[in-house]
């Protein structure tokens, strides 16, 4: 018997209408489009305005349409893990939300929070699941609405990050093509960058704590940009070596979308060209755990059965990793 492995067998995403430019950015903040431009890379942003919508509504479209693609009852779903810091609520999960407002209700359902590596981790927990030969369809969701926890009167965080959600499908393949390896790492010493810092049970919301402004994210740039760099280049190169690939053998590079910079790094770090890189940033900005599957939604037309791909991702707290897959269709 072949050993299962499990496969991306399809791919869903959506963003909201609304658009945030720099040229409205410029409006709100001291700040122009150049210098966002410059050194971020992004040009405007999606933000879920819809009163009361919050990250299962972004997710529910994107889960629906690959539903659609596959013609599969929502019953048939065994599994859906989310990955977000921006859930509907602390409890229940959102991936629980997630699978009553999509019908599967044989499925059950998780959060992974992970920040901007949410999804390659989740991915990760999904594919283990697959390869059990206890599931046959695995839902893995990146969500988050960045826009309910950014300060838009901080313009070193305000201009960096949108809305989105992207979701794959995960079923058992027996042929050499799926997800073949992952490298995942973490410091909890990077929380001192990257973090917000109430709302938990360290520091409860409290009058005080949102007077203060402490349920908005909070970034040390130069510190994460640095820690981004590094962590997101040494780590897909130590994949590359791990699996004997070279960047001649890999047809995408599908970064986290937090800033060209650090995307170009990773890029030259394993010696691939430009035009094998999945970028979207100036589009949508950083959608947390969303920016991979929606690069992998807007390719999808342009991938190919057999196709080498790397995922490679640097979140908060700190979180990184790499992800190799052989495209299954």
Request: charged share 20%; proline share 3%.
């Amino acid at each position: 018997m072949n050993k299962i492995s499990a496969a991306i067998t399809s791919v869903g995403g959506y963003v909201p209408e609304t658009k945030l430019t720099n040229s409205d950015l410029e409006k709100m903040i001291d700040t122009s489009d150049e210098w966002i431009t410059t050194r971020t890379g992004i040009k405007e942003r999606r933000i879920l305005r819809t009163p009361g919508a919050a990250s299962s509504d972004m997710a529910v479209p994107a889960v629906q349409e690959i539903l659609r693609k596959k013609n599969i009852d929502p019953k048939e779903i065994d599994c859906i893990v989310c990955a977000t810091v921006t859930p509907d609520m602390l409890f229940p999960a959102t991936a629980n939300l997630i699978g009553h407002k999509i019908g599967a209700t044989n499925a059950f359902g998780f959060d992974l929070s992970a920040a901007c590596s949410g999804f390659i981790y989740a991915l990760s927990v999904g594919t283990a699941f697959i390869e059990s030969g206890r599931y046959k369809k695995v839902i893995v969701v990146g969500v988050d609405k960045m826009s309910s926890i950014v300060d838009y009167t901080d313009r070193t965080t305000c201009i960096i990050f949108g809305d989105g959600a992207g979701a794959v499908l995960l079923e058992p393949s027996t042929d050499e093509n799926g997800i073949i390896d992952a490298i995942l790492k973490s410091d909890g010493s990077g929380k001192d960058y990257l973090h917000m810092k109430a709302g938990g049970s360290a520091k409860p919301a409290s009058i005080e704590t949102v007077t203060a402004g402490d349920h908005f994210i909070y970034q040390e740039g130069k510190h994460v940009f640095k820690f981004a760099v590094t962590g997101m280049a040494d780590v897909s190169q130590e994949l590359l070596e791990k699996n004997n690939l070279t960047g001649d053998d890999i047809d995408w590079l599908v970064p986290h979308q937090a800033n060209l910079r650090i995307i170009d790094a990773t890029r030259s770090r394993i010696g691939l060209a430009e035009e094998k890189v999945m970028i979207n940033i100036h589009k949508y900005g950083n959608t947390t755990a969303a920016t991979i599957p929606l690069c992998l939604w807007e390719w999808e037309s342009k991938l190919k059965k057999g196709d080498n791909i790397v995922l490679a991702a640097f979140g908060g707290g700190f979180t990184w990793g790499a992800t190799y897959i052989k495209w299954a269709y």
